[in-house]
Nanobody, 123 residues
Framework: QVHLAESGGGLVQAGDSLRLSCTAS????????MAWYRQAPGKEREFVGR????????RMADHLKGRFSISRDKSLKTLYLQMNTLKPEDTAVYLC????????????????WGQGTQVTVSS
């Protein structure tokens, strides 16, 4: 089992920056991966970006490249989401996800999810 705990959300103004954290506990992610998703009210869950835990390679959703980035601190088992130049349409619950095997990771199939952290961007 992997337990994921997100933090860092809050209320910010348009143009501000925010960094979210997701700390994993329990089993080690190992050669799997972790990802960020978001879900706005009345909308489907949306992929934000992911990170290969073994090699550190990242992939971001095309429309968020340039504003959002993902990084990690392997020793702290923590995944980060740096969000810059925030817009009101970025308002959502941001969720962290993890999977322990590379095959599922390659398919963007995650087995473990956090509770999410709310990000609200005011105009």
């Amino acid at each position: 089992q992997v337990h994921l705990a997100e933090s860092g959300g809050g209320l910010v103004q348009a143009g501000d920056s925010l960094r979210l954290s997701c700390t994993a506990s329990g089993r080690d992610v190992g050669s799997g991966g972790m990802a960020w998703y978001r879900q706005a009210p009345g909308k489907e869950r949306e992929f934000v970006g992911r990170l290969d835990w073994g090699v550190g390679a990242t992939r971001m959703a095309d429309h968020l490249k340039g504003r959002f980035s993902i990084s990690r601190d392997k020793s702290l088992k923590t995944l980060y989401l740096q969000m810059n130049t925030l817009k009101p349409e970025d308002t959502a619950v941001y969720l962290c996800a993890a999977v322990l095997n590379r095959v599922s990771y390659s398919r963007n199939e995650y087995h473990y999810w956090g509770q999410g952290t709310q990000v609200t961007v005011s105009s």
